[in-house]
């Protein structure tokens, strides 16, 4: 397999391009906003078709893996009754015949599906579903190992560099490779304060890595500040999507529900389509108002109608 494209900062994401230039790919995030049920997350795939994004994602962890040792058998209060974490853990974890209805739904729907593995057993359970690409948590940024495995499989990574410093960065964009990743600019904070969004971070990603296309995980409320990111020039764009802000889970409050979604997407699409190509010109559209408003033509002739 291979993620090649004839141009260095453009990424495949099946059947879909991404990078400068091309319309920004949006990803809803479902994460584990699901908490382990299906129809849940058969609602959340629909309201992500609905608004009009590429594609949904979701989180894949190997519990015994994933979950410090001493944190086992540790007692907490959830939805469901008290139980040990790494029940929880097990209790919002979709297993194989989930995925297989999640690839079902999504196909039946037309859109994209990927997740986030957490581990390198979490990689070859996703990899048995050929998905367009694979992501790297911002939490997952200094794991060599599932680095490595990673770049291994030929597809597409996102990587989000939420509390990571440059150094550490530099060293995944090294272990990875830098040309089939794209890196996402993160705050990895639920949800996010606007001041230390620091969004200009894009456009030092952009400068520090000029074949590398450059992306937004958004863990923010609100959608103007998802917004000034791809004015700045992401052109990736992943936010947390719920049914209800108010559902248990620690993802929830950083989430858009559908109505936003739905806006956030239409809003993406008017900006990318504002900002044009850069070329300054007259357009068609101007020559009434300027033979109205402007009482002295200039020394060089107007532009003809076209």
Not at 163 to 178: C, D, F, K, N, Y
Not at 214 to 220: V, W
């Amino acid at each position: 397999m291979t993620v090649a494209t004839t141009e260095p900062r453009l990424r495949t994401f099946g059947p879909r391009v991404a990078g400068p230039g091309r319309p920004v790919y949006v990803v809803g995030e479902i994460g584990i906003n699901h908490n382990g049920d299906l129809g849940t997350a058969f609602a959340l795939i629909d309201a992500a078709v609905e608004a009009g994004c590429d594609a949904v994602k979701f989180q894949k962890r190997t519990p015994e893996i994933c979950t410090p040792r001493d944190q086992w058998d540790v007692e907490r209060d959830t939805p469901w009754g008290r139980m040990t974490y790494i029940d929880y853990r097990h209790r919002v974890e979709f297993g194989e015949a989930d995925y297989l209805a999640i690839d079902e739904h999504c196909a039946k729907r037309g859109i994209a599906w990927f997740a986030s593995p957490w581990d390198t057993e979490a990689v070859a359970f996703l990899e048995k579903f050929d998905p367009p690409a694979h992501k790297v948590a911002s939490a997952c940024l200094t794991d060599d190992e599932l680095l490595r495995t990673l770049r291994a499989t030929g597809r597409t990574v996102v990587l989000s560099t939420g509390m990571s410093t440059p150094r550490q960065i530099r060293h995944a964009v090294e272990v990875l490779g830098s040309d089939s990743i794209l890196l996402c600019h993160a705050t990895s904070t639920y949800p996010a304060k606007a001041e230390e969004l620091n969004l200009r971070v894009i456009n030092t990603l952009q400068e520090e890595y000029p074949n590398v296309p450059i992306g937004y995980s958004g863990h923010e409320t609100g959608l103007q500040t998802t917004l000034a990111a791809v004015a700045l020039g992401a052109t990736f764009v992943e936010r947390h999507i719920t049914l209800d802000r108010a559902m248990w889970g620690s993802d929830q409050a950083a989430s858009v529900e559908p109505g936003g979604l739905a806006r956030l997407v239409r809003d993406i699409r008017t900006i990318e389509t504002a900002l044009g190509d850069g070329v300054k010109r007259v357009y068609p559209s101007e020559l009434g108002p300027m033979r109205k408003l402007r009482r002295i033509q200039g020394t060089l002739p107007a532009p003809a109608a076209i």
